[in-house]
């Protein structure tokens, strides 16, 4: 099998994007950064809303193509967005409290009347 020409470059570049990560931490991680608990339940919820999309479009690709590894890996995306929504739901603080119990911030920023605050 005869190898492209542009196949090292695609290696090169890949290598490049999988080391990015790396520099950018050896560079930022002097010092310590701790996100509050609405950063944390924004951004795994937005995760998981990444995960939904990307479980959907594999299962319908998959079906139209008749691809059962496809749909399979749609499958196990659609898992990684239910545990990604549950962690994000479990956050300390935002719907359940520090000892576990239901945190009234949440519910009474909404200003439900059905809620006692």
């Given at each position: ?32 950064v701790m996100f509050g608990p ?78 006692p605050c």
């Open positions: 099998m005869r190898r492209s020409r542009t196949e090292p470059l695609g290696l090169a570049f890949g290598a490049l994007i999988a080391l990015l990560p790396l520099g950018v931490l050896s560079l930022l991680a002097h010092r310590h609405e950063v944390h339940f924004k951004d795994v919820g937005l995760t998981a809303l990444a995960a939904s999309v990307a479980a959907f479009a594999l299962t319908i690709a998959g079906a139209r193509r008749r691809d059962a590894r496809t749909i399979l890996i749609g499958t196990a995306f659609t898992a990684m967005a239910a545990l990604l929504a549950l962690h994000g739901i479990a956050t300390p603080g935002i719907l359940v409290g520090m000892n576990r119990e239901t945190s009234s911030r949440y519910f009474c920023s909404r200003r439900s009347w059905s809620v």
